[in-house]
C-alpha cells in the first residue's frame, strides 16, 4: 500500500470533539465576519470559511486549527466539511480569530505558530468586549517566514490581501474598503440599503414629477391669465372705437 493510500485511509474528522460552546458575542461576530467576507468576496474564486477545521500536516488527523474565520484565495468556493491543505493544494490567506476568556492563550501563542508555519499572509485577532486583549484589534503579517505585529495607522490596521482596514468603533469591529472608504456590508444590510435607495429614488422621482405637473400647471394658468388679459384689452379698444366713431 502506498503512502499517499495509507494517509486516505486515515480518518480526519469533522469535529474537534470539544464540547465547550461559544459566547453569544463571540458567535455573532464569527457570523458577521463571515457574512461580511462573503458578500465582499462573492464574485471571485475565493473561499471564505468559519469554524471548519483546517488539516496541515497528512497522515496526522492530530495535527489540525479551527480558525474562526478564513479566506482562501484561487480556491472553488464550494461548501467543505474539513480543508485539508494538501488535497487543496492551498492554505488559508488570512485569518481572524474571536478572542474571548477560553481561546486569549491558544489565539496569542499556539495559533500564530501553526499559523506562521502554514504560510498564512495575515492574522488577526479581535477582542469583542477589549477584557481579554490589549488592544482589543491586533494584527500580524508574514515577513521572512515570520508572522510580525503590525503597527497601527491612525488607529486602524491595513488588510493588503482583502483590500481593508479593520478599525474599531468603540467596541465594535468595522471593516472598510481600503479604496473607497465604504464599509463592507452583509448581503441582507446592501439589499436593505438599496431598498433604501430605491425608495429615495422613487421619491425623488415622485416630486419631480409633482413639481413638473406643477409648473406646468402654473404655466397654463399664466397663459390663459395672459390671453384673458389680452381679450379683455381687445374687448375695451372695440368699445372705445365704437364710443369716438365719427358719425
Known sequence: ??????????????????????????RRWMIRID?????????QRVYVGSNLLVYYEPGKPSRFVV?????????????RRIFKIWEEERVPDVVFE????????????????????????????Y???????????QGFRLAEGRLVLMETSADELSCETLGVNLRLSGYELL?????????LLTEAEANKVSAEEERMRADKERDR??????????????????ERRVQDLE??????GEIYRPN
Open 1 to 26: 500500500m502506498s503512502i499517499a493510500n495509507s494517509i486516505e485511509q486515515l480518518e480526519y474528522p469533522e469535529s474537534d470533539g470539544l464540547t465547550m460552546g461559544e459566547t453569544d458575542t463571540h
Open 35 to 43: 457574512e461580511l467576507l462573503s458578500y465582499r468576496l462573492r464574485e
Open 67 to 79: 480558525p474562526d474565520n478564513f479566506v482562501v484565495f484561487d480556491c472553488e468556493p464550494i461548501g
Open 98 to 125: 474571536i478572542t474571548s476568556q477560553s481561546t486569549s492563550q491558544e489565539d496569542l501563542v499556539k495559533k500564530p505558530l501553526i499559523y506562521e508555519a502554514m504560510g498564512v499572509r495575515e492574522y488577526f485577532l
Open 127 to 137: 477582542d469583542p468586549t477589549a477584557s481579554y486583549l490589549k488592544p482589543a484589534l
Open 175 to 183: 471593516l472598510i474598503d481600503a479604496v473607497t472608504g465604504d464599509r
Open 209 to 226: 414629477a409633482d413639481f413638473e405637473r406643477d409648473r406646468a400647471d402654473a404655466e397654463l394658468s399664466a397663459r390663459l391669465t395672459a
Open 235 to 240: 374687448d375695451q379698444l372695440k368699445r372705445l
